[in-house]
């Protein structure tokens, strides 16, 4: 069974960080780029950024470019995403979830090109 489940969500004043994780089992982990996407209430899904399998390259949407970076420890079968100088507009539920199979990350730009998600956890950021 695929399970990812995240963690490290809560609430913040703007400005602030976090640092969420995603514990991957039920797959062979490093055959797979690992990705963020984010929900806001009421709005849809929108990604956040991916890495590929080695770690070696990432790519990130343009509104979360210089504040955001993406992880990955393969040994503890594990990505992260360290957030930084968060705003308001960051708040949603974050979810970790795959690339497909074989995919370079230079077309995993949108939530449809994943595959395996997480349940997700929430982010929140207000004065």
């Known amino acids: 069974e695929v399970r990812l489940v995240e963690s490290g969500g809560g609430s913040v004043q703007p400005g602030g960080s976090l640092r969420l994780s995603c514990a991957a089992s039920?797959?062979?982990?490093?055959?797979?780029?690992m990705g963020w996407i984010r929900q806001a209430s009421g709005k849809g899904l929108e990604w956040v950024s991916v890495?590929?399998?080695?770690?070696?390259?990432?790519n990130y949407a343009d509104s979360v470019k210089g504040r955001f970076t993406i992880s990955r420890d393969n040994a503890k079968r594990t990505v992260y995403l360290q957030m930084n100088n968060l705003q308001s507009d960051d708040t949603a539920v974050y979810y970790c979830?795959?690339?497909?199979?074989?995919?370079?990350?230079?077309?995993?730009?949108?939530?449809?090109?994943?595959?395996?998600w997480g349940q997700g956890t929430q982010v929140t950021v207000s004065s």
């Open positions: 890495i590929s399998w080695n770690e070696l390259s990432t």
């Open positions: 039920g797959f062979t982990f490093d055959d797979y780029a």
């Open positions: 979830a795959t690339g497909r199979r074989g995919a370079s990350i230079w077309t995993i730009t949108s939530p449809s090109d994943f595959l395996y």
